[in-house]
């Protein structure tokens, strides 16, 4: 799939398909997460991989607007394990990138996905630290629920003018 | 290109051609990274795009890391006006998905570019706030620094089993 077609038909996907996500594809996903840029070349990310359905439905009924993890083939959260000597005040923005890099891979493969986000409210941090068991230095950025479409995808175009200005503002 | 040759072989580029970057390129890069997902769709990106020399090296001289903005074609300063109606504290990574889809769109166009990381480094935030005259309410996470690379792109591997998960932490 062209670059293009993938960066202008990306959407939020919160149907799926019963059909599991392989292997293949989820090591792809994560490859190109890891790709993503980061501050010093920290990369803080860690991915928890989520196909355990109890898991999933414990994620959607406390995440305010995760409904969709519970009837979805897998889930996969990005956390980071920021480094004070590696740029530790730009986590969020390298697993942002991250995440971006991992949703765009997804459409590459005709997988949906949707970005739930967690930090930083703690409340839906904090919930996810609790049951993905994660240490206390380990922060939950997002939680991305991936599968099969129902439907095909469609090309957005969110392009304002008024959001580019020239040489100053 | 396909999407995941941009996903892997999208790196830090430094080093430009004396080549400048057409309107249409920069409008594609920017339609891309207006379609990077945002919490409640709030859309909170701005952008300055710098042709300019005398702006360039202002930049260059003042950021510490943004050295290579003097002899680049093109900056662009990714902005947010965060709106507390919509997500507002989910701007900054709202932003760097923007961020990230502008540079994989650059990589599809065979442009080079850096992310020179601003917010939440006042300093650097606040010298381009002073450069490009941004308002108080604006937001400026990160500078893009863009130009036709001077060799070819490579692949890149950072994939780590160790920083993948599985069901639980």
Same mark, same amino acid.
């Given at each position: 799939?062209?670059?293009?077609?993938?960066?202008?038909?990306?959407?939020?996907?919160?149907?799926?398909?019963?059909?599991?996500?392989?292997?293949?594809?989820?090591?792809?996903?994560?490859? !190109?997460?890891?790709?993503?840029?980061?501050?010093?070349?920290?990369?803080?990310?860690?991915?928890?991989?989520?196909?355990?359905?109890?898991?999933?439905?414990?994620?959607?009924?406390?995440?305010?607007?995760?409904?969709?993890? !519970?009837?979805?083939?897998?889930?996969?959260?990005?956390?980071?394990?920021?480094?004070?000597?590696?740029?530790?005040?730009?986590?969020?923005?390298?697993?942002?990138? !991250?995440?971006?890099?991992?949703?765009?891979?997804?459409?590459?493969?005709?997988?949906?996905?949707?970005?739930?986000?967690?930090?930083?409210?703690?409340?839906?941090?904090?919930?996810?630290?609790?049951?993905?068991?994660?240490?206390?230095?380990?922060? !939950?950025?997002?939680?991305?629920?991936?599968?099969?479409?129902?439907?095909?995808?469609?090309?957005?175009?969110?392009?304002?003018?008024?959001?580019?200005?020239?040489?100053?503002?």
């Amino acid at each position: 799939m062209d670059i293009f077609e993938a960066l202008f038909t990306r959407r939020s996907i919160r149907k799926y398909l019963p059909k599991p996500v392989s292997d293949e594809d989820i090591t792809l996903l994560l490859k !190109a997460a890891m790709l993503a840029p980061s501050a010093n070349n920290g990369q803080p990310w860690h991915f928890v991989v989520v196909r355990d359905e109890a898991v999933r439905k414990a994620l959607a009924e406390r995440h305010p607007y995760a409904k969709m993890a !519970a009837g979805a083939p897998v889930v996969i959260v990005v956390c980071a394990e920021p480094d004070e000597h590696k740029g530790a005040e730009f986590w969020v923005q390298d697993c942002s990138a !991250a995440t971006q890099n991992l949703m765009l891979a997804a459409r590459g493969k005709n997988l949906g996905s949707v970005w739930c986000g967690l930090y930083p409210r703690e409340d839906r941090e904090g919930v996810v630290r609790e049951i993905l068991n994660l240490p206390p230095h380990i922060r !939950a950025l997002s939680l991305v629920v991936i599968g099969h479409c129902e439907q095909p995808f469609s090309e957005a175009n969110r392009f304002s003018a008024e959001k580019i200005h020239y040489e100053r503002w």
